[in-house]
């Protein structure tokens, strides 16, 4: 899948690919749709300054996330101050998002998740040239 969003990195890429496994922080849901406060805007642009924001509360679109993954990443940390800038609903949905994008990622778990207490979801396992690495 061709997100659009990869040229972002295209100064790194080579060196992100090139690592045996790229780490990144997520600062920031991947909330479609989702505007300070949970409301929804149908069919809101990319880059649209309500849905999608930067500081002091993030969104971003997320084409966002698969972009992460052709730029080499396997993994990232949604775990930062800025995990809940669109509440429950954005980290669900930005869980929602880097499943659909097939990038790992640790550091927090769906609300349904929550609710059964399935603590096998606070990990993640990377296989790579013959070492297993566990990110907690």
């Known amino acids: 899948m061709h997100s659009g969003h990869a040229s972002l990195w295209n100064g790194v890429t080579d060196l992100i690919r ?56 396997q993994i990232v940390s949604t775990s930062n101050n800025h995990a809940m800038d669109r509440g429950v609903i954005g980290a669900d949905k930005t869980i929602a998002s880097l499943k659909r994008a097939g990038l790992q990622f640790i550091g927090t778990r769906s609300s349904a998740e929550s609710e059964q207490g399935r603590a096998s979801t606070w990990h993640a396992i990377i296989d790579k040239n013959g070492f297993r690495l566990a990110w907690i």
């Open 18 to 73: 090139a690592a045996d496994v790229s780490y990144a922080n997520h600062e920031g849901p991947t909330a479609e749709g989702i505007a300070p406060g949970g409301r929804y805007i149908p069919n809101a642009p990319v880059y649209d300054g309500l849905a999608y924001t930067g500081y002091p509360t993030f969104n971003y679109h997320p084409s966002l996330d698969s972009a992460l993954l052709e730029a080499g990443f």
